[in-house]
């Protein structure tokens, strides 16, 4: 008695990667519903060796279905995951809809698991440059409380979907070209470009939506308002990897063989830090693979109090950014077993 899965934006970058994920993980699921919007219904997709209807999403969809995960957007997920609940499912939501709701628990497994028990329904996937960040952050602050953090990330096109993936080709050729480009999906021309890629920016702060997230769910996660973050998010011509530079501040002095030697045993996390050879995480490795890589871990020489490290990182957006991150929670519901 499997549970039976129901897939919300599966025709979605992050849906095909919720499909790939659960196949690649083996997850039980005695039938899986693929749900998308009325353009895609009708279409299949491949699962298991089988061709699955998409079927268009309504309020009726959700009969049956024991765990929902949703990659659709805050709309589809603020209306939808309510009704999904309420027909007895367990909603894993990969929007920032609820992420914030004090009712719904913002998880990575490696983090707070246990977390998952408060569930009333929803659990929410964090954002993935907090994700990204937060994963070989987490074990360096439970062994010396991390009190600030600064980071700047290099998202990728992924972040923003298919559309914004392919318009980073497109972009690209027409570049080449020398031909003229009008950006559709993204806020600014994305070949050889690097911008503030979300368009929300506080007028008071200057901070943009994403950072304010990457805050927001830091200390959510952390279960510790007091960390100061520091943030910046821009958007660069990468595919589906994004990195981050992070200089943190403990409580303590650290060393940064201390650092690696945490970090060599921290879950989701690979070192990859090869000075002699100049050999650190780049997105051409971090695509495609469930960790998140770190590297270029040093002593922050901004700070001769020894109490702060730099290091730079590299993930799968769409893996552990995304779907990994939210099939790794849904394996750990009692729905996957009890179903
Ligand atoms: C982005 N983190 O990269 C946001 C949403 N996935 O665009």
């Given at each position: 008695?499997?549970?039976?899965?129901?897939?919300?934006?599966?025709?979605g970058a992050v849906g095909a990667e919720f499909i790939a994920t659960m196949d690649k993980r083996a997850f039980p699921?005695?039938?899986?519903?693929?749900?998308?919007?009325?353009?895609?219904?009708?279409?299949?997709?491949?699962?298991?060796?089988?061709?699955?209807?998409?079927?268009?999403?309504?309020?009726?969809?959700?009969?049956?279905?024991?765990?929902?995960?949703?990659?659709?957007?805050?709309?589809?997920?603020?209306?939808?995951?309510?009704?999904?609940?309420?027909?007895?499912?367990?909603?894993?939501?990969?929007?920032?809809?609820?992420?914030?709701?004090?009712?719904?628990?913002?998880?990575?497994?490696?983090?707070?698991?246990?977390?998952?028990?408060?569930?009333?329904?929803i659990i929410a996937n964090p954002n993935c440059s907090a994700i990204t960040a937060l994963v070989p952050l987490w074990?360096?602050?439970?062994?010396?409380?991390?009190?600030?953090?600064?980071?700047?990330?290099?998202?990728?096109?992924?972040?923003?979907?298919?559309?914004?993936?392919?318009?980073?080709?497109?972009?690209?050729?027409?570049?080449?070209?020398?031909?003229?480009?009008?950006?559709?999906?993204?806020?600014?021309?994305?070949?050889?470009?690097?911008?503030?890629?979300?368009?929300?920016?506080?007028?008071?702060?200057?901070?943009?939506?994403?950072?304010?997230?990457?805050?927001?769910?830091?200390?959510?996660?952390?279960?510790?308002?007091?960390?100061?973050?520091?943030?910046?998010?821009?958007?660069?011509?990468?595919?589906?990897?994004?990195?981050?530079?992070?200089?943190?501040?403990?409580?303590?002095?650290?060393?940064?063989?201390?650092?690696?030697?945490?970090?060599?045993?921290?879950?989701?996390?690979?070192?990859?830090?090869?000075?002699?050879?100049?050999?650190?995480?780049?997105?051409?490795?971090?695509?495609?693979?469930?960790?998140?890589?770190?590297?270029?871990?040093?002593k922050d020489l901004s700070d001769p109090s020894g109490h702060s490290i730099s290091m730079f990182v590299s993930a799968?957006?769409?893996?552990?950014?995304?779907?990994?991150?939210?099939?790794?929670?849904?394996?750990?519901?009692?729905?996957?077993?009890?179903?």
């Amino acid at each position: 008695n499997d549970p039976v899965v129901a897939i919300v934006g599966v025709t979605g970058a992050v849906g095909a990667e919720f499909i790939a994920t659960m196949d690649k993980r083996a997850f039980p699921v005695r039938r899986l519903k693929a749900l998308a919007s009325a353009r895609s219904a009708g279409k299949t997709v491949d699962f298991r060796g089988q061709k699955i209807l998409i079927e268009e999403l309504n309020e009726r969809s959700f009969d049956g279905v024991d765990i929902a995960l949703f990659s659709a957007g805050g709309g589809i997920s603020r209306k939808f995951a309510p009704i999904a609940v309420k027909a007895g499912a367990v909603v894993v939501d990969n929007s920032s809809a609820f992420r914030m709701d004090p009712d719904v628990p913002l998880v990575i497994p490696e983090i707070n698991a246990i977390r998952i028990r408060d569930h009333k329904g929803i659990i929410a996937n964090p954002n993935c440059s907090a994700i990204t960040a937060l994963v070989p952050l987490w074990p360096i602050h439970k062994a010396n409380r991390i009190r600030r953090v600064i980071l700047s990330t290099y998202q990728a096109a992924s972040g923003a979907g298919a559309a914004a993936m392919e318009e980073l080709l497109e972009s690209t050729r027409a570049s080449l070209d020398g031909r003229p480009f009008t950006p559709k999906v993204i806020p600014h021309p994305y070949a050889f470009n690097v911008f503030s890629h979300n368009t929300a920016v506080d007028p008071e702060t200057g901070y943009n939506d994403e950072e304010t997230k990457v805050i927001k769910e830091t200390r959510k996660i952390f279960e510790d308002d007091r960390i100061a973050i520091g943030v910046t998010c821009v958007r660069v011509p990468v595919l589906r990897a994004h990195c981050e530079a992070i200089t943190f501040e403990c409580e303590r002095p650290i060393s940064e063989d201390e650092v690696r030697a945490i970090l060599a045993k921290a879950p989701g996390v690979r070192i990859v830090d090869d000075r002699q050879k100049n050999y650190f995480p780049m997105p051409i490795d971090a695509s495609g693979q469930d960790d998140v890589l770190v590297g270029r871990i040093r002593k922050d020489l901004s700070d001769p109090s020894g109490h702060s490290i730099s290091m730079f990182v590299s993930a799968d957006q769409l893996l552990k950014g995304a779907a990994l991150n939210a099939v790794q929670i849904a394996e750990l519901l009692p729905q996957r077993v009890m179903a």
